[in-house]
């Protein structure tokens, strides 16, 4: 089986490059597949859930032409042929993999096509809850039947059906439900109104935005009038910050060391776990370049410090929902308590990822009580190198490559294959940091032109 093996590193100085954001990435093939028109897409995450994702357009008519790849990955590059919101019947069910944004964004973009489809996904994703998103998109009309052996659960069998716009509160804060329901919106006549109890990312509505598609919002309430088609346009995918994340982290626990991350993206929406581990202490300096199709881009350079525990606020929980692994990792490392509640929503990611970095932090030696809506760490002691295991969840594994870093005594992290669903490349990088290596040739992400 796949696995990290590191060992404790005393300080890291690189600039680290982090491959292309895998909410945008998704949503870039999806919105271009149903625009009028040619776009090239560049900076692609070429990951498995993304992957996943443009393997689902192409299967419905939807063309791809594909001008570079991360060898042995996937394509970074690509121009996509779109279909003007009018898909094609696929052949077969559509596989969604481990990811939860391709299966419920997909969802609501077929629930308002003319054929019927079906989506599925691995064992991690077959147990996600679907309800969230059938429960609005039923009442916009749509015909969706999970047919999981869990109730409410993957695979899901899509019928054609005429959409009527809906205003509807989302109970929860989530990004893919709000996003399904605005590409369901697309179909329908008239106003579709999604109104979110805390602020979620909203690359959905930038990125209709940026592809010519009207949408308002003022932070809470957001709305599209459907019948719109998206017009093509080039878009640049910038770096990932949950991906960043990781590597924040790696420096910030780490007094004397920098690590600075080119090319980044830094949506505000995305941006929490910057202001966190600046609460915590680290030193944190933000050159922003511009912006590409309205997300903005810049580098982050983060050096070390003893940091200190703090305590995550509800209204921060949505925006840095994905980081929450690896800043539980900083917080074991930081002196005092860090208090992560109201955060039940980890339990229904690709693990429960409570239970999962409870069990690890546990394993090294940390100090960590479980609550049913997350957990409150008592950081300062030293962490230990020990056995951990991924439990097939991608950032679970990488959080703890990034505790073995700082522990003493070698870490081994099994079940590693997973990272492929979010970043490939980071098994080398990874290698790089743990051979103290300053080359930026170590940390650059190898891509080919595709003739
Ligand atoms: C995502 C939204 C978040 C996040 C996921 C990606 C997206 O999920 O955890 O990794 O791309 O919209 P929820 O919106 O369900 O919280």
Not at 173 to 201: H, W
Not at 307 to 334: F, M, S
Not at 420 to 441: E, K
Request: charged fraction near 25%; include cysteine; glycine fraction near 12%.
């Amino acid at each position: 089986m796949s696995g990290f093996e590191v060992s404790g590193v005393d300080r890291i100085d690189a600039t680290i490059e982090v491959p292309g954001d895998k909410s945008m990435s998704h949503r870039a093939a999806m919105i271009a597949g149903l625009a009028e028109g040619t776009s090239e897409i560049r900076g692609f995450l070429p990951s498995e859930d993304c992957v996943n994702t443009l393997g689902a357009m192409t299967a419905c008519g939807v063309g791809c032409e594909v001008l570079e790849e991360m060898p042995g990955y996937g394509p970074t590059a690509m121009r996509i042929e779109g279909r003007a919101m009018r898909l094609a019947e696929p052949a077969g069910p559509i596989d969604c993999g481990n990811s939860g944004t391709g299966m419920r964004l997909l969802a609501g973009l077929l629930a308002g096509q003319d054929f019927e489809s079906e989506l599925f996904g691995d064992a991690s994703l077959s147990g996600r809850p679907m309800g969230r998103i059938i429960k609005p998109l039923g009442e916009m009309g749509a015909s969706i039947e999970a047919r999981g052996e869990k109730e409410g659960c993957a695979p899901l069998r899509i019928r054609p059906a005429r959409l009527k716009p809906i205003e509807y509160a989302m109970p929860v804060a989530s990004a893919q439900v709000k996003s399904a329901i605005l590409l369901a919106g697309m179909s329908c006549e008239g106003e579709t109104v999604v109104i979110q109890p805390a602020p979620t990312r909203d690359h959905t509505e930038r990125m209709l935005e940026s592809f010519g598609v009207r949408v308002t919002s003022d932070g809470s309430r957001i709305a599209l009038r459907g019948g719109q088609v998206p017009q093509a346009r080039d878009f640049q995918v910038p770096g990932d910050v949950s991906s960043a994340a990781f590597w924040l982290v790696a420096a910030a626990v780490r007094p004397g060391s920098r690590i600075t991350i080119p090319g980044l993206g830094l949506n505000p929406t995305r941006t929490a776990v910057i202001d966190v581990l600046r609460r915590m202490g680290a030193q944190i300096e933000i050159r922003e370049s511009g912006a590409g199709g309205r997300e903005p881009i810049g580098e982050v350079e983060v050096r070390g410090a003893r940091l200190r525990g703090t305590t995550l606020e509800r209204g921060e929980i949505p925006n840095l929902i994905d980081e929450i692994p690896v800043l539980a990792v900083a917080a074991a490392l930081a002196e005092g308590r860090t208090v992560i509640r109201n955060a039940r929503e980890l339990r229904v990611k690709e693990t429960d990822r409570i239970a999962t970095v409870v069990a690890n932090l546990r394993a090294m030696g940390g100090s960590i009580d479980e609550f049913d809506d997350g957990m409150e760490i008592e950081g300062g002691g030293p962490l230990s190198g020990a056995e951990v295991t991924s439990f097939g969840d991608h950032r679970i594994a990488m959080a703890f490559a990034i505790a073995g870093l700082s522990a003493q005594g070698t870490t081994r992290v099994t079940d590693t294959a997973c990272v492929n669903t979010s970043y490939p490349g980071f098994a080398t990088q990874l290698a790089a940091v743990v051979a103290g290596s300053c080359n930026p040739d170590d940390y650059r992400l190898p891509t080919r032109a595709v003739s």
